[in-house]
T-cell receptor
Framework: NAGVTQTPKFRILKIGQSMTLQCTQD?????MYWYRQDPGMGLKLIYY???????DKGEVPNGYNVSRSTTEDFPLRLELAAPSQTSVYFC????????????FGDGTRLSIL | DQQVKQNSPSLSVQEGRISILNCDYT??????FLWYKKYPAEGPTFLIS?????DKNEDGRFTVFLNKSAKHLSLHIVPSQPGDSAVYFC????????????FGPGTSLSVIP
Protein backbone atom coordinates (compact mmCIF):
# COMPACT_ATOMS: atom_id res chain seq x y z
CA ASN A 1 0.00 0.00 0.00
CA ALA A 2 2.02 2.93 -1.36
CA GLY A 3 -0.37 5.78 -0.45
CA VAL A 4 1.06 9.07 -1.72
CA THR A 5 4.40 8.86 -3.53
CA GLN A 6 6.57 11.88 -4.30
CA THR A 7 9.63 12.03 -6.52
CA PRO A 8 12.36 13.11 -6.31
CA LYS A 9 13.17 13.22 -2.59
CA PHE A 10 15.94 15.79 -3.03
CA ARG A 11 16.90 18.19 -5.78
CA ILE A 12 19.24 21.13 -6.25
CA LEU A 13 18.38 23.61 -8.98
CA LYS A 14 20.12 26.66 -10.35
CA ILE A 15 18.26 29.95 -10.50
CA GLY A 16 16.14 30.08 -13.64
CA GLN A 17 15.96 26.34 -14.19
CA SER A 18 12.66 24.52 -14.35
CA MET A 19 11.52 21.21 -12.97
CA THR A 20 8.48 19.12 -12.19
CA LEU A 21 7.79 17.55 -8.83
CA GLN A 22 5.87 14.33 -9.25
CA CYS A 23 3.05 13.13 -7.03
CA THR A 24 0.91 10.04 -7.41
CA GLN A 25 -1.63 8.40 -5.12
CA ASP A 26 -3.21 4.97 -5.27
CA UNK A 27 -6.16 5.53 -2.93
CA UNK A 28 -8.56 6.82 -5.60
CA UNK A 29 -8.88 10.12 -3.77
CA UNK A 30 -10.52 12.93 -5.71
CA UNK A 31 -8.80 15.72 -3.80
CA MET A 32 -5.10 16.43 -4.03
CA TYR A 33 -2.95 19.23 -2.63
CA TRP A 34 0.51 20.74 -2.85
CA TYR A 35 2.03 22.41 0.19
CA ARG A 36 5.35 23.98 0.97
CA GLN A 37 6.93 24.10 4.39
CA ASP A 38 9.54 26.68 5.22
CA PRO A 39 11.65 26.40 8.41
CA GLY A 40 9.63 27.20 11.55
CA MET A 41 6.46 27.63 9.56
CA GLY A 42 3.36 25.61 9.01
CA LEU A 43 2.36 24.11 5.70
CA LYS A 44 1.16 26.63 3.16
CA LEU A 45 -1.18 25.54 0.37
CA ILE A 46 0.16 26.16 -3.15
CA TYR A 47 -2.47 24.55 -5.37
CA TYR A 48 -5.18 21.98 -4.99
CA UNK A 49 -7.43 19.87 -7.18
CA UNK A 50 -10.91 18.52 -6.54
CA UNK A 51 -10.78 16.05 -9.40
CA UNK A 52 -9.25 15.29 -12.77
CA UNK A 53 -9.22 18.38 -14.94
CA UNK A 54 -9.96 20.79 -12.07
CA UNK A 55 -7.33 22.81 -10.23
CA ASP A 56 -7.40 25.94 -8.10
CA LYS A 57 -4.96 28.28 -6.40
CA GLY A 58 -4.11 28.08 -2.76
CA GLU A 59 -2.42 30.61 -0.53
CA VAL A 60 0.98 30.85 -2.30
CA PRO A 61 0.55 29.92 -6.01
CA ASN A 62 2.95 32.41 -7.62
CA GLY A 63 5.82 30.77 -9.48
CA TYR A 64 4.10 27.38 -9.73
CA ASN A 65 1.78 25.55 -12.08
CA VAL A 66 -0.14 22.32 -11.79
CA SER A 67 -2.15 19.96 -13.92
CA ARG A 68 -4.47 17.06 -13.12
CA SER A 69 -5.04 14.85 -16.12
CA THR A 70 -5.75 11.71 -14.07
CA THR A 71 -7.13 10.95 -10.63
CA GLU A 72 -3.79 9.47 -9.58
CA ASP A 73 -1.29 12.14 -10.63
CA PHE A 74 -0.86 15.77 -9.61
CA PRO A 75 2.51 17.18 -10.76
CA LEU A 76 3.79 20.56 -9.62
CA ARG A 77 5.85 22.61 -12.08
CA LEU A 78 8.39 25.32 -11.29
CA GLU A 79 9.08 27.28 -14.45
CA LEU A 80 11.79 29.74 -13.40
CA ALA A 81 13.30 28.62 -10.12
CA ALA A 82 14.05 31.37 -7.61
CA PRO A 83 15.88 31.18 -4.25
CA SER A 84 12.58 31.98 -2.49
CA GLN A 85 11.28 28.61 -3.68
CA THR A 86 13.83 26.74 -1.59
CA SER A 87 11.59 24.67 0.65
CA VAL A 88 10.22 21.24 1.43
CA TYR A 89 7.25 20.37 -0.74
CA PHE A 90 4.52 17.99 0.34
CA CYS A 91 1.80 16.45 -1.76
CA UNK A 92 -1.36 15.18 -0.08
CA UNK A 93 -4.67 13.60 -0.97
CA UNK A 94 -8.04 13.10 0.73
CA UNK A 95 -11.67 12.24 0.21
CA UNK A 96 -12.24 15.86 1.25
CA UNK A 97 -15.39 15.32 3.18
CA UNK A 98 -15.64 17.70 6.06
CA UNK A 99 -13.01 16.82 8.62
CA UNK A 100 -11.48 14.05 6.56
CA UNK A 101 -7.73 13.82 7.12
CA UNK A 102 -5.22 14.28 4.36
CA UNK A 103 -2.65 11.62 3.49
CA PHE A 104 0.79 13.03 2.84
CA GLY A 105 3.79 11.94 0.85
CA ASP A 106 7.25 12.08 2.40
CA GLY A 107 8.17 15.34 0.72
CA THR A 108 10.64 16.73 -1.78
CA ARG A 109 13.47 18.86 -0.40
CA LEU A 110 14.30 21.48 -3.02
CA SER A 111 17.22 23.90 -2.92
CA ILE A 112 17.61 26.74 -5.42
CA LEU A 113 21.14 28.08 -5.65
CA ASP B 1 -1.76 36.96 9.72
CA GLN B 2 -1.65 33.54 11.38
CA GLN B 3 -5.13 32.15 11.79
CA VAL B 4 -3.85 29.05 13.59
CA LYS B 5 -1.20 29.61 16.23
CA GLN B 6 0.99 27.25 18.18
CA ASN B 7 2.90 29.55 20.48
CA SER B 8 5.27 26.95 21.90
CA PRO B 9 7.88 25.99 19.29
CA SER B 10 9.13 23.16 21.50
CA LEU B 11 8.22 21.11 24.54
CA SER B 12 10.16 18.55 26.61
CA VAL B 13 8.43 15.98 28.79
CA GLN B 14 9.60 13.01 30.84
CA GLU B 15 8.53 9.58 29.67
CA GLY B 16 5.33 8.48 31.39
CA ARG B 17 4.17 12.02 32.12
CA ILE B 18 1.47 14.00 30.33
CA SER B 19 2.27 16.08 27.24
CA ILE B 20 -0.01 19.04 26.55
CA LEU B 21 0.27 20.78 23.20
CA ASN B 22 -1.70 23.96 22.71
CA CYS B 23 -3.27 25.64 19.71
CA ASP B 24 -5.11 28.94 19.37
CA TYR B 25 -7.17 30.15 16.44
CA THR B 26 -8.67 33.45 15.41
CA UNK B 27 -11.50 32.53 13.03
CA UNK B 28 -14.76 31.59 14.76
CA UNK B 29 -15.93 30.00 11.48
CA UNK B 30 -13.44 27.14 11.83
CA UNK B 31 -15.52 24.02 11.73
CA UNK B 32 -13.15 21.09 12.17
CA PHE B 33 -9.77 20.75 13.82
CA LEU B 34 -7.14 18.13 13.19
CA TRP B 35 -3.80 17.21 14.72
CA TYR B 36 -0.99 15.81 12.61
CA LYS B 37 2.28 14.28 13.74
CA LYS B 38 5.49 14.55 11.73
CA TYR B 39 8.75 12.68 12.05
CA PRO B 40 11.92 14.01 10.36
CA ALA B 41 12.18 13.23 6.64
CA GLU B 42 8.58 11.99 6.56
CA GLY B 43 5.27 13.57 5.69
CA PRO B 44 2.71 14.50 8.36
CA THR B 45 0.37 11.75 9.48
CA PHE B 46 -3.12 12.27 10.83
CA LEU B 47 -3.48 11.77 14.58
CA ILE B 48 -6.89 12.88 15.81
CA SER B 49 -9.64 15.36 14.96
CA UNK B 50 -12.54 17.13 16.59
CA UNK B 51 -15.67 18.77 15.28
CA UNK B 52 -16.64 22.21 16.52
CA UNK B 53 -19.85 20.74 17.93
CA UNK B 54 -17.84 18.70 20.44
CA ASP B 55 -15.55 19.69 23.27
CA LYS B 56 -13.58 16.47 23.62
CA ASN B 57 -12.45 13.56 21.51
CA GLU B 58 -10.38 10.64 22.74
CA ASP B 59 -8.39 7.97 20.95
CA GLY B 60 -6.24 5.77 23.12
CA ARG B 61 -3.48 7.85 24.71
CA PHE B 62 -4.52 10.94 22.74
CA THR B 63 -7.27 13.35 23.73
CA VAL B 64 -8.13 16.65 22.10
CA PHE B 65 -10.04 19.32 24.00
CA LEU B 66 -11.81 22.23 22.33
CA ASN B 67 -12.78 25.47 24.08
CA LYS B 68 -14.74 27.46 21.51
CA SER B 69 -15.29 30.50 23.69
CA ALA B 70 -11.52 30.84 24.14
CA LYS B 71 -10.78 29.74 20.55
CA HIS B 72 -8.34 27.24 22.00
CA LEU B 73 -7.69 23.57 21.62
CA SER B 74 -5.18 21.26 23.22
CA LEU B 75 -3.80 17.80 22.58
CA HIS B 76 -3.08 15.63 25.62
CA ILE B 77 -0.83 12.60 25.37
CA VAL B 78 -0.93 10.29 28.38
CA PRO B 79 1.38 8.58 29.12
CA SER B 80 4.05 10.10 26.89
CA GLN B 81 6.44 7.70 25.20
CA PRO B 82 9.81 8.31 23.50
CA GLY B 83 8.20 7.36 20.17
CA ASP B 84 5.91 10.37 20.55
CA SER B 85 8.90 12.67 19.94
CA ALA B 86 7.91 14.51 16.76
CA VAL B 87 6.55 17.79 15.46
CA TYR B 88 2.81 18.21 16.04
CA PHE B 89 0.74 20.42 13.76
CA CYS B 90 -2.65 21.81 14.62
CA UNK B 91 -4.87 22.35 11.57
CA UNK B 92 -8.32 23.79 10.93
CA UNK B 93 -10.99 23.71 8.25
CA UNK B 94 -12.01 27.36 7.85
CA UNK B 95 -15.57 26.78 6.68
CA UNK B 96 -18.04 23.94 6.56
CA UNK B 97 -17.17 21.60 3.70
CA UNK B 98 -14.12 23.70 2.83
CA UNK B 99 -11.47 22.07 0.69
CA UNK B 100 -8.69 24.03 2.35
CA UNK B 101 -6.99 23.36 5.64
CA UNK B 102 -4.94 25.93 7.53
CA PHE B 103 -1.95 24.63 9.46
CA GLY B 104 -0.24 26.04 12.50
CA PRO B 105 3.58 26.31 12.63
CA GLY B 106 3.99 23.18 14.74
CA THR B 107 5.35 22.27 18.17
CA SER B 108 8.36 19.99 18.51
CA LEU B 109 7.81 17.49 21.31
CA SER B 110 10.72 15.66 22.92
CA VAL B 111 9.91 12.83 25.30
CA ILE B 112 12.91 12.09 27.49
CA PRO B 113 13.41 8.47 28.58
Amino acid sequence: NAGVTQTPKFRILKIGQSMTLQCTQDMNHNYMYWYRQDPGMGLKLIYYSVGAGITDKGEVPNGYNVSRSTTEDFPLRLELAAPSQTSVYFCASSYSLQGQPQHFGDGTRLSIL
Amino acid sequence: DQQVKQNSPSLSVQEGRISILNCDYTNSMFDYFLWYKKYPAEGPTFLISISSIKDKNEDGRFTVFLNKSAKHLSLHIVPSQPGDSAVYFCAANPLPRSDKVIFGPGTSLSVIP
